[in-house]
């Protein structure tokens, strides 16, 4: 069958590609053409889109995406988890090593694989960087980059030890693969939310934004060391950015993602200890946000992750300093970043794509999708103008821990096109 | 005039005329508690439980005390938060709770915000006897009426709270009521057991106990909760009672009158020497007893609103 998208607007930076109301032919899974269509080109079986006024980009990455499974399929699994990101407008992702068991073995990697064969969104995988998580033992590196590894991360907490850490930055910086991190020193954590006002008028164990700045001083100072990369995951504080900032002047090979939750909200959303503002690292204070924004909009922070982290309904309405943390964002992250960044002019759609397409494959050395005759459609289709209301019911995520329900956006993705597959507003078929 | 809310959660941004009321229709308990007879029919045929997730033998028996006191029919419900699915505990006793048509919930539990919690998923009036290192408004309350019984009056006082005021509910319920009657606060303690930004509710931080004595006219001298976390954050009881105990030389020395508020149960030699203690037996006790007319005030507002 062939799909036709009419009238589409095309952007890919990566390509320096950027043509308005043209036409692309697909079919095989493929991009056959581009541009004016003839009558042959159209003719037999087909399904065609007027896509006026909408655009047409390279499938959409997230890379901090935890699948649940292997251990908390109550709360995901790789098919719900890829259907969301699908309904989400991203044809990628990569998924967090704290599973149970972690995926630090070859076996756990290939059973996460295969449930994602047959899915729209393509699944690459983060290994633990040590044996369990536990930070004690380097994971088997090798053996897991072999198996389709893509990086090394704890996540969830930070590597334990400074001798650890150099261990895994050495033998991942064998295979160019960067350590991802949760910065959050392990001492000062345990706390329910940013230490500041809000914490003392609400009674609630303060977490110190220093607790992350110093695990991120401290990945700085050995990705020096060790001439390794590092990425640092939902970057939130704003001594965190400066750090970043004032690194990446001094060649240090770091990255930086944040998540829409730490560029949209601060820690007076909990006034009413709603669990669904309980995320960690916790939610900051406007000044945080603002150096955040700063940080996107001068490229010290590359990329946008959702972190999203689906817990059950049991777990999340319990006493607040009892909730687990996290919530889903896979759905409602392009909404948001398209919505707070690109309508208030922090960033154009250029800039939206390199954080959201370019930036976190290349951190990850997988190839971004190009928009060009011949090449596999690894597409996202965007309507950055639409105006919707997020609506918990309609979400293909089996988790449902959001803060952003009834949320207004303006922007969003229509469909996802991947792996000969077609994800177009609620309708899903293959070509 | 009834109270502005049907449930006493805490007293951030509570009226001044609800503390008034409060504090005024204490008095008139306060007076009942002298009675041969200290019972009255106010509140027959309503239904209180007493939900306690955390030990406390003295808050629930005080507030036993004043619901039997106003003829309602109080039930004690303890529940250990200890078990290991702690949420579906809560969720789970609340819900069996409201199936039994309860008029008001008196709840004490470890975890901040509970209360409010209650108010979502229940019916009843909720009353707050402590949660978590939030808030513990009846407290508050209770050492309001006390200062206003010795002093006759709260506007214009300088009251400095003193001791481990970062895992205090005890000291967050008495900066906001304080502050909402006219007080001028301030607290004095180890740095490490101040909050970061206590300063931002408009309270002056002292870190030298003789000027705490010095500059105020209460001092409310938080207990040293030494079987907690909080022995962490000091080097030792030692150099806790040199530096900020509370002794007779001290208030000598300072030569002054001031009135001292204990929530109690003292740790002599610790937040107050064993004489100091003993010289202050007498209001101590009388905080007990105002605390069971605060109780039965708040009871008797809430449970009468409708």
Redesign the interface.
């Known amino acids: 069958m062939k799909i036709i998208l009419k009238n589409v607007n095309i952007i890919n930076p990566e390509q320096g590609l950027k043509e308005s109301k043209t036409n692309i032919l697909l079919g095989n899974g493929k991009i056959v053409k581009i541009g004016e269509l003839t009558s042959d080109d159209v003719k037999g079986e087909k399904k065609e889109f007027d896509l006026s006024g909408k655009y047409v980009v390279p499938g959409f990455f997230d890379m901090h995406v935890h699948l649940r499974e292997p251990g908390r399929e109550d709360e995901e699994t790789v098919i719900t988890g890829c259907q969301s990101a699908a309904q989400g407008g991203f044809t990628g992702l990569a998924c967090m090593p704290n599973t149970e068991p972690a995926i630090d073995s070859a076996e756990v990697v290939s059973l996460i694989k295969k449930q994602a064969k047959d899915q729209l969104t393509d699944v690459f995988i983060i290994g633990a960087a040590t044996l369990g998580r536990k930070g004690e033992i380097i994971s088997p590196m090798a053996e897991l980059r072999e198996s389709g590894v893509v990086g090394f991360s704890d996540d969830g907490v930070a590597i334990k030890t400074a001798s650890i850490l150099k261990r895994a930055m050495e033998y991942s910086g064998m295979y160019n693969l960067p350590i991802i991190e949760h910065c959050e020193d392990e001492t000062l954590a345990g706390g329910a939310m940013n230490e500041g006002i809000n914490s003392t008028k609400l009674g609630l164990p303060p977490v110190p934004s220093v607790a992350e700045e110093l695990i991120v001083g401290r990945d700085i100072l050995m990705a020096e060391y060790t001439n390794g990369k590092i990425h640092i995951a939902h970057i939130s504080t704003k001594k965190s950015v400066e750090m970043v900032r004032q690194a990446k002047k001094s060649g240090i090979k770091v990255t930086a993602e944040v998540t829409p939750h730490h560029f949209s909200l601060t820690d007076d959303y909990i006034k009413t200890y709603d669990t669904n503002y309980k995320m960690n690292p916790p939610l900051r204070t406007k000044a945080d946000v603002d150096e955040v924004i700063k940080g996107l909009k001068d490229g010290t922070i590359d990329c946008i992750a959702s972190d999203h982290a689906p817990h059950s309904p049991e777990e999340k309405e319990v006493e607040f300093e009892f909730a687990p943390n996290g919530i889903i964002g896979l759905e409602t992250q392009i909404g948001l970043a398209l919505t707070e960044l690109y309508h208030k002019k922090v960033l154009s759609l250029e800039q939206i794509i390199e954080k959201m397409v370019i930036n976190p494959r290349k951190i990850l050395n997988i190839p971004v999708p190009k928009i060009q005759t011949g090449e596999i459609a690894n597409l996202t289709i965007l309507d950055p103008d639409e105006v919707w209301t997020v609506d918990l019911d309609n979400f293909k995520s089996k988790s449902r821990n959001s803060p952003f329900n009834k949320r207004l956006l303006t922007g969003r993705a229509l469909g996802v096109i991947n792996k000969g597959k077609i994800h177009f507003n609620g309708e899903y078929f293959s070509f | 005039m009834p109270l502005s809310n049907k449930h006493l959660l805490g007293l951030?941004g509570i009226p001044k005329e609800d503390i008034q009321l409060i504090l005024d229709t204490t008095k008139t308990f306060r007076e009942v508690l002298d009675r041969p007879i200290k019972k009255v029919p106010t509140l027959q045929g309503k239904t209180v439980v007493n939900l306690f997730f955390e030990n406390s033998t003295r808050t629930r028996i005080s507030f036993e005390l004043a619901e039997k006191r106003l003829s309602a029919d109080a039930v004690n419900f303890s529940v250990s938060t200890s078990s290991v699915s702690?949420?579906?505990t809560?969720?789970d006793t609340i819900r069996n709770i409201e199936a039994m048509k309860v008029d008001m919930v008196v709840a004490r539990?470890s975890?901040?915000?509970?209360p409010?919690?209650l108010t979502q998923i229940c019916d009843a009036s909720i009353i707050n006897a402590g949660?978590?290192?939030?808030?513990h408004p009846t407290q508050a309350l209770l050492d309001m009426y006390s200062i206003k019984e010795k002093l006759g009056k709260i506007e214009g006082l300088k009251v400095c709270i003193v001791g481990d005021i970062a895992h205090s509910?005890v000291a967050?319920s008495n900066i906001y009521g304080l502050i909402t009657m006219g007080a001028k606060v301030s607290v004095c303690g180890p740095s490490t057991m101040i909050?970061?930004?206590?300063q931002?509710?408009g309270v002056d931080v002292i870190y030298n106990i003789d000027e705490a004595i010095q500059e105020n006219d209460v001092l409310n001298v938080l207990r040293i909760q030494l079987e907690r976390k909080a022995r962490e954050y000091f080097p030792s009881i030692r150099e806790y009672a040199k530096f900020f105990g509370i002794t007779e030389e001290r208030l000598e020395k300072n030569g002054k009158d001031i009135l001292i508020l204990h929530p109690g149960p003292i740790n002599r030699g610790v937040e107050l020497s064993s004489s100091v203690a003993d010289g202050l037996n007498q209001i101590i006790l009388q905080q007990v007893t105002n605390g069971v007319a605060v109780r039965m005030a708040v009871l008797y507002l809430l449970g009468t609103m409708n």
């Open positions: 951030q702690k949420g579906e809560f969720k539990h975890a901040a915000g509970t409010l919690f949660d978590g290192i939030h808030e509910r967050l909050p970061r930004y206590i931002d509710l």
